[in-house]
């Protein structure tokens, strides 16, 4: 799925990660995730063992994401997913890329 049609409403998501979800390529599956599905943002871990993400983009291409974050990889452990909205205005962003650790 594409993201750019102007006429879909542009979401955007804050969401932590907790659980197993360091060490394991969890933040690179991430990205090549939100590429397929044409979510844009970042990931990063966070030093307390979770890993942080901004999503945006379409309510379909957000849910879908989310659905993947909550299901991990299959080497990830995904206890908690907390998903918060983004009120606009916010920052657009043009990729999904991954950031070093906070």
């Given at each position: 799925?594409?993201?750019?049609?102007?006429?879909?409403?542009?979401?955007?998501r804050?969401?932590r990660?907790r659980?197993?979800?360091?060490?394991i390529?969890?933040?690179?599956?991430?990205?090549?995730?939100?590429?397929?599905?044409?979510?844009?943002?970042?990931?990063?871990?966070?030093?307390?063992?979770?890993?942080?993400?901004?999503?945006?983009?379409s309510p379909?291409?957000?849910?879908?994401?989310?659905?993947?974050?909550?299901?991990?990889?299959?080497a990830a452990?995904?206890?908690?997913?907390?998903?918060?909205?983004?009120?606009?205005?916010f920052?657009?962003?043009?990729i999904?890329?991954?950031?070093?650790?906070?």
């Amino acid at each position: 799925m594409e993201s750019g049609d102007k006429d879909e409403p542009l979401e955007t998501r804050l969401v932590r990660v907790r659980g197993d979800v360091q060490g394991i390529g969890y933040r690179e599956a991430c990205v090549r995730r939100a590429h397929s599905l044409g979510v844009t943002g970042w990931v990063r871990n966070r030093m307390d063992g979770s890993v942080e993400a901004i999503l945006q983009g379409s309510p379909e291409q957000l849910a879908n994401m989310c659905a993947w974050l909550s299901e991990g990889m299959s080497a990830a452990l995904v206890e908690e997913l907390e998903v918060t909205e983004v009120p606009p205005p916010f920052l657009r962003f043009d990729i999904f890329e991954r950031l070093p650790t906070l």
